[in-house]
């Protein structure tokens, strides 16, 4: 009998979990796996954990979890009925030369290139109908082409095929949820391409 998809999972971040130790010897990288319903119809992948994350060990429990909660509240939406993961699973940081202070950076394409298969599987365990890409990094990874850019696709379904077997998936693009931080112009945009996902939502 096959075995059941929690054991393909935790056979999977034990895998990468080591591949990764061994990678980055020395450094003490934290490791945030995936997490949530792994029949889930719906996953969404964002970029890579900050530290809040890391200090929990769950992915999306900073301030940006928090908005995208409150977006995941306008679908309807529980945590527990979705699967919720990052291209790369621990923090890429950057320390300031002056200060010593530590802050998030995008992971660079190295650390995607590592990632992106962990990613893949982990995907192909769950076999959702519908990613929700939160991201340039994520719709990048997913769709496998760089040059894509979340300001021309936000909102727009695509048909994508992941990795090595070809698994085929509707890829949903959104903003990541941190940009409305920054960005508060795009809370409007975001709303209206919730308003457009809510149409493809597969249901349960
Ligand atoms: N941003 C991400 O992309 N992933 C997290 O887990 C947190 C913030």
Redesign the pocket.
């Known amino acids: 009998m096959r075995p059941s998809k929690q054991k393909r999972m935790e056979r999977l971040n034990r895998e990468y979990s080591l591949y990764f130790i061994d990678i980055y010897k020395n450094q003490n990288k934290v490791l945030?796996y995936g997490e949530g319903n792994l029949d889930a119809k719906l996953a969404l992948v964002?970029?890579?954990?900050?530290r809040h994350?890391t200090v929990q060990g769950r992915?999306?429990v900073?301030q940006?979890?928090k908005i995208l909660d409150e977006f995941l509240g306008i679908l309807g939406l529980n945590r527990d009925e979705l699967y919720i993961t990052?291209v790369v699973k621990f923090r890429p940081f950057k320390v300031n030369p002056d200060t010593g202070g530590i802050s998030n950076r995008p992971p660079n394409k190295e650390e995607i290139g590592l990632s992106k298969s962990w990613l893949f599987k982990e995907l192909s365990i769950v076999k959702p109908s519908m990613v929700v890409s939160?991201?340039n990094i994520a719709l990048q990874t997913l769709a496998n082409n760089p040059k894509l850019t979340i300001g021309k696709v936000h909102g727009t379904p695509l048909d994508v095929e992941l990795g090595d077997k070809k698994l085929p998936i509707t890829l949903f693009p959104l903003y990541?949820p941190?940009s409305i931080i920054y960005r508060k112009e795009l809370r409007e945009i975001y709303l209206e391409d919730l308003s457009k996902l809510k149409n493809y939502l597969p249901s349960s």
């Open positions: 945030v964002g970029e890579a954990p900050g994350e992915p999306f900073g940006a979890g990052s939160l991201g990541h941190a």
